[in-house]
T-cell receptor
């Protein structure tokens, strides 16, 4: 039983560089979420996919941020022209909305990617 | 207004004792769910327990129980028989169903330290 995986686990970059993170959700999950967590705070929602469709984006997601889930499986989050304020833990979560089984739509999280922008 | 409020930045508990972590929430949505997650120093968010707004009984999962008081809008986590491995950050979260999209909002967390 594999959980949510994220790659890389750590990324150090210089200001102005582009970075891309990958998330592989639990295989049967059709919903995928990205969150950002800064020190001393809880995770803040960034964006949400149902299958390949991006259904919701937070105001936190500036034009420099883009997320994709092209085949409804893995997802990527790209940050262009990184700034020091982008330094944070980026968390991915997945869930299933299988209504027929009445399953609780619990989000299961990956280990996160810790980004440091120098 | 804060949707999720956790007023205890840090808590200490003696090993084998029980501890209660407080959480209050604010929503006008009649249908919502409340979650507790554990985040060890490694960073991964671990799902602990869920309570739906229409559930009649308080949720329990092993040593974890959720003291759900709907009228007071509180959803406190009770950990019984604390273990050293319980030392971590604990986040309360709420899922609201409005608009068909299930957005989850997290509190700022409580750091629990279990003392041997």
């Amino acid at each position: 039983d594999t959980g949510v995986s994220q790659d890389p686990r750590h990324k150090i970059t210089k200001r102005g560089q582009n970075v891309t993170f990958r998330c592989d959700p639990i295989s049967e999950h059709n919903r995928l979420y990205w969150y950002r967590q800064t020190l001393g705070q809880g995770p803040e929602f960034l964006t949400y996919f149902q299958n390949e469709a991006q259904l919701e984006k937070s105001r936190l997601l500036s034009d420099r941020f883009s997320a994709e889930r092209p085949k409804g499986s893995f997802s990527t989050l790209e940050i262009q022209r990184t700034e020091q304020g982008d330094s944070a833990m980026y968390l991915c979560a997945s869930s299933s909305n299988d209504q027929d089984q009445g399953a609780v739509d619990t989000q299961y999280f990956g280990p996160g990617t810790r980004l440091t922008v120098l | 207004a804060q949707k999720i409020t956790q007023t205890q930045p840090g808590m200490f508990v003696q090993e084998k004792e029980a501890v209660t972590l407080d959480c209050t929430y604010d929503t006008s949505d009649p249908s919502y769910g409340l979650f507790w997650y554990k985040q060890p120093s490694s960073g991964e968010m671990i799902f602990l327990i869920y309570q739906g707004s229409y559930d009649q009984q308080n949720a329990t999962e092993g040593r974890y129980s959720l003291n759900f008081q709907k009228a007071r809008k509180s959803a406190n986590l009770v950990i019984s028989a604390s273990q050293l491995g319980d030392s971590a950050m604990y986040f309360c979260a709420m899922r609201e169903h409005s608009g068909g999209y299930q957005k989850v909002t997290f509190g700022i967390g409580t750091k629990l330290q279990v003392i041997p």
